[in-house]
């Protein structure tokens, strides 16, 4: 087994700090994940994530509704809960949006719930929808009866529109769920350090955005690995932690986890409870296994942080 190498390490044991403990923990309780549609049927799900877990399913390039449908049925089968992104900017048009919805829903299979809505990162649209809110406007979602919807959030940035664009379209979403009734949630890009994400949530709280907000932390993976999504969705400066730490490591040693990033979170949602932080979302790019094995040690971490005895009979 390659050895881990922690992005800002993690101290040994979990105990000393009961507050943090307890707010790790309910970060960690309700996570979800993110697979591929072609590993959403892998025998992989059912052994290493509990039955009911969340699990997205990206919109990836030159991908098909039909694999959308596919792979939220898969997850239904295999006890999951399928949530399918739906890539606003590859959709074309109302019509195709009407007829995925109706199967994503009506199918006794894959009874999808809930969606997450982003954009699409294409140059330009297939279709008539530009943004992700044009797709909510056309108020497909609620005649199709998907209660939840998920929104995207970038802490470090998007290299498609400035911070005020984005915050401005998260504030749009808010204002539009509340008026039609819709359960929404942000699920932010990942990141490798919780510094960055901090001073994102002081920001958008601030603005006056309410929603649930789910981080999304990468499991464990190759530095290599986790260095080349960075690349490939436009993550900010975090990622360069990894090749600082990674520097003159032998290639099997090359492993990274962010074990750091999610107790910092933990420590921040425990002293700033205004700060509205859901369970994580983690993205597994070094595999459902390894991830699994990450998560059960801060699970443990969190369960070894007993409050102290106020010595109370």
């Given at each position: 087994?390659?050895?881990?190498?922690?992005?800002?390490?993690v101290?040994?044991?979990?105990g000393?700090?009961?507050?943090?403990?307890?707010?790790?923990?309910?970060?960690?309780?309700?996570?979800?994940v993110?697979t591929?549609?072609?590993?959403?049927?892998?025998?992989?799900?059912?052994?290493?994530?509990?039955?009911?877990?969340?699990?997205?399913?990206p919109?990836?390039?030159?991908?098909?509704?039909?694999?959308?449908?596919?792979a939220?049925?898969?997850?239904?089968?295999?006890?999951?809960?399928?949530?399918?992104?739906?890539?606003?900017?590859?959709i074309?048009d109302?019509?195709a949006?009407d007829?995925?919805?109706?199967?994503?829903?009506?199918?006794?299979?894959?009874?999808?719930?809930?969606?997450l809505?982003v954009?699409?990162?294409?140059a330009?649209?297939?279709?008539?929808?530009?943004?992700?809110l044009?797709?909510?406007?056309?108020g497909?979602?609620?005649?199709?009866?998907i209660?939840?919807?998920g929104?995207?959030?970038?802490?470090?940035?998007?290299?498609?529109?400035?911070?005020?664009?984005?915050l401005?379209?998260?504030?749009?979403?808010?204002?539009?769920?509340?008026r039609?009734?819709h359960?929404?949630?942000v699920?932010?890009?990942?990141?490798?350090r919780?510094?960055?994400?901090?001073?994102w949530l002081?920001?958008?709280?601030?603005?006056?955005l309410?929603?649930?907000?789910?981080?999304?932390?990468?499991?464990?993976?190759r530095?290599?690995?986790l260095?080349?999504?960075?690349?490939?969705?436009?993550?900010?400066?975090?990622?360069?932690?990894?090749?600082r730490?990674?520097?003159?490591?032998?290639?099997?040693?090359?492993?990274?986890?962010?074990?750091?990033?999610v107790?910092d979170?933990?420590?921040?949602?425990?002293?700033?409870?205004?700060a509205?932080?859901?369970?994580?979302?983690i993205?597994?790019?070094?595999?459902l296994?390894r991830?699994?094995?990450?998560?059960?040690?801060?699970?443990?971490?969190?369960?070894n942080?007993?409050?102290?005895?106020?010595?109370?009979?």
């Amino acid at each position: 087994m390659a050895a881990m190498l922690a992005v800002d390490p993690v101290r040994e044991g979990g105990g000393g700090d009961w507050e943090r403990d307890a707010a790790l923990g309910a970060l960690l309780l309700g996570r979800s994940v993110e697979t591929t549609p072609a590993l959403a049927g892998d025998d992989a799900v059912t052994r290493f994530l509990a039955p009911g877990t969340r699990v997205f399913v990206p919109w990836l390039p030159d991908a098909v509704a039909e694999e959308t449908i596919a792979a939220a049925r898969a997850l239904r089968e295999r006890g999951m809960v399928p949530v399918p992104h739906l890539a606003a900017r590859r959709i074309p048009d109302a019509g195709a949006l009407d007829r995925l919805l109706r199967r994503l829903r009506s199918e006794a299979a894959v009874a999808v719930a809930e969606v997450l809505v982003v954009g699409g990162d294409v140059a330009a649209p297939v279709g008539p929808f530009e943004s992700a809110l044009q797709l909510l406007e056309t108020g497909l979602l609620g005649a199709h009866g998907i209660a939840g919807v998920g929104v995207g959030g970038y802490p470090e940035g998007h290299h498609r529109a400035a911070e005020r664009e984005l915050l401005e379209a998260l504030l749009r979403k808010q204002a539009w769920a509340a008026r039609a009734g819709h359960d929404m949630f942000v699920v932010t890009q990942f990141a490798f350090r919780a510094a960055p994400v901090v001073d994102w949530l002081g920001r958008v709280r601030a603005s006056g955005l309410r929603l649930p907000i789910h981080v999304g932390v990468p499991g464990p993976a190759r530095i290599g690995t986790l260095v080349r999504y960075a690349r490939m969705c436009g993550i900010g400066p975090s990622w360069k932690l990894l090749l600082r730490h990674g520097k003159g490591l032998a290639g099997a040693a090359r492993v990274a986890d962010c074990g750091r990033m999610v107790l910092d979170l933990a420590a921040h949602a425990s002293a700033h409870p205004e700060a509205g932080l859901a369970p994580l979302h983690i993205y597994p790019f070094g595999g459902l296994r390894r991830a699994a094995d990450w998560i059960g040690g801060l699970v443990a971490m969190a369960g070894n942080g007993a409050r102290p005895d106020s010595g109370a009979d």
